[in-house]
């Protein structure tokens, strides 16, 4: 029993380190001496645990992926009311990336390395997302016009250009605020243009009609 507590301890370490370094230097930039040093547990080690680089990267994508799947969903949907739960859904995608910055810069890094494989937790998220739209386009809350990828894209992809874009448009606009109140600045219209977005033309049209 202890050496398994040991095993998982010492994974735990790699992982963590490893999240680090791939977050600074990327894939290709990252070696397992690197990880081996930043963690205090030895390359061989590592090797034992998680047979290869790639091996490791994979893991620490899969985790990442899952946590912010359950992070986004984490929403209290018992009151029935399924627009104010599609909001809480789009509230936990932005609070994540504004206290993320792991994932992203691991996710930046693929990018420019032309890592365009997707995982088996990146494919579970995606579909994962894509379905709860399907789900709710059913249900007349979304608008069936547009398709599941198209409406994914265009609620998470916004926000992730703010997050690196922020102090860009700050300087070059002047804005005022800390970047805390210009995140909920972005966050209150960009809520408001996103469920416009969603809304299907029913749903309009009852609007318009109380």
């Not at 990267?57 to 984490?74: D, P, R």
């Not at 995606?126 to 059913?138: D, K, P, S, V, Y």
């Not at 416009?196 to 318009?208: A, C, N, T």
């Amino acid at each position: 029993m202890r050496k398994k507590r040991d095993s998982e301890t010492t994974k735990r370490q790699v992982l963590e380190a490893a999240k680090k370094i791939f977050a600074e230097h990327g894939f290709a930039g990252t070696s397992l001496a690197s990880i081996a040093e930043e963690s205090g547990i030895s390359d061989g080690l590592i090797l034992h645990h998680f047979k290869s680089k790639e091996n490791l990267y994979e893991t620490i994508l899969n985790e990442l992926s899952k946590e912010y799947y359950k992070a986004i969903i984490n929403v209290d949907n018992t009151s029935g009311n399924l627009a104010q739960t599609a909001f809480e859904m789009l509230q936990n995608t932005f609070t994540y990336w504004c206290k993320d910055s792991v994932y992203s810069r691991i996710a930046t890094w693929a990018f420019l390395e032309n890592r365009v494989s997707l995982i088996k937790g990146e494919k579970e998220l995606t579909t994962g997302l894509a379905e709860n739209i399907r789900q709710m386009q059913a249900k007349g809350l979304v608008d069936e016009r547009f398709s599941p990828f198209a409406l994914l894209a265009m609620t998470i992809g916004p926000i992730q250009f703010w997050m690196r874009s922020r102090n860009l448009f700050k300087e070059a606009l002047k804005l005022d605020g800390s970047d805390q109140e210009l995140d909920q600045r972005f966050f209150e219209q960009y809520s408001q243009m996103v469920m416009k977005l969603y809304q299907s033309p029913s749903m309009i049209k009852r609007e318009e009609e109380k």
